[in-house]
């Protein structure tokens, strides 16, 4: 049997509980401790997961000598913050996408992961998804021929409720790097990086981002990207190439079946993958991999892919104006 990887989880919401349950399915990891700013909820969570600790303090997790790397789930404004002390304590991490607020504050966890040497990926959970995988070799293997467009959205009412995070400058709120940052990291695994940006957004009266829509400019293609707080939307996304397309069947950036169309070709042949668990089983899996190998960094989705996303984000933010307090 595999050396068991030991695991703990700062910030002990919906995702975290996700992520445990998701955990629970190996056999090669253990749930050390957990941690939130209330000790009832921690012990609520490690009750429920199986938890061998549960503390009122992010920082004793970090500080468990029996914790190998850290789960961070926490609002993202605290994203940087958190991954750079448990880097700093010698623990690997895990950090919740998007890993910062900007390219600034990834680029530091980044250099604080390298200085301590130790392993440290963002959560872009999707990018191991066995449909986005297999549709990501698919379409770089040539199957469609040359990309020419990519579009994709992810739009839900939600209502603003005092006290939470997703209408809250103060913690990195809005659509856009809440959910807005799924189209952008498919148009940039398919197209890399936009030539221009273009982009739109409807405030909400908070200051973030209730709605935004973004055009990334290629040599030879665009993609159309759309999130938002005020409206439900399709939640599928299609990638057309000269010979073909594909279309990833909602909800797209969890998705389980895809189909390839186009040119009398495929006629709409429909393929199905199952995902394990809530689909998160799948980044667990790839960071087992790479700590059993020695890596500081997932070949799969690597440091300079979360550099450069968050690069992409920022000049959307720039082309609209949206700036977060913390950065003025």
């Known amino acids: 049997m595999e050396t068991v990887v030991r695991w703990g989880v700062v910030g002990l919401g919906r995702i975290a509980h996700k992520f445990a349950q998701d955990l629970a399915l190996f056999e090669d990891a253990e749930l050390v401790a957990v941690g939130s700013r209330s000790l009832k909820n921690a012990h609520h969570f490690a009750s429920q997961h199986g938890a061998r600790e549960a503390f009122d303090s992010y920082e004793a997790v970090w500080t468990h000598p029996d914790v190998d790397i850290v789960y961070v789930a926490t609002p993202h404004h605290q994203h940087a913050e958190l991954s750079k002390a448990a880097l700093a304590h010698g623990k690997h991490v895990l950090c919740e996408k998007p890993a910062a607020i900007n390219t600034k504050e990834s680029a530091s966890i980044i250099g604080a992961a ?84 273009q982009a739109s957004m409807i405030r909400h009266a908070s200051g973030v981002d209730d709605q935004m829509a973004v055009v990334l400019g290629y040599e030879r293609a665009l993609a159309t990207a759309y999130c938002g707080f005020a409206s439900p939307s399709g939640m599928e996304a299609t990638i057309g190439g000269e010979d073909g397309r594909i279309l990833i069947h909602p909800v797209w950036h969890e998705a389980d079946a895809y189909s390839l169309m186009g040119n009398g070709k495929w006629d709409g042949q429909r393929i199905t993958r199952s995902k394990t668990g809530h689909g998160l089983y799948h980044e667990i899996a790839a960071c087992h991999e790479a700590l059993r190998e020695g890596l500081r960094e997932s070949p799969t989705w690597t440091h300079s892919d979360s ?10 933010r720039d082309a609209v104006g949206l700036i977060y307090p913390s950065e003025t």
């Open 114 to 197: 390298q200085a301590a040497d130790r392993f440290f990926m963002e959560a872009l959970w999707s990018r191991f998804n066995p449909v986005l995988s297999e549709v990501i070799d698919r379409v770089r293997n040539g199957d469609i021929g040359t990309v020419r467009h990519v579009q994709a959205d992810f739009s839900f009412v939600m209502p603003a409720v005092e006290g939470s995070r997703t209408h809250d400058p103060l913690q990195g709120g809005g659509s856009l790097l809440d959910v807005g940052i799924y189209p952008l990291f498919l148009a940039y695994v398919v197209l890399g990086m936009p030539e221009t940006v």
């Open 307 to 316: 550099l450069n996303l968050m690069a992409i984000m920022d000049r959307v």
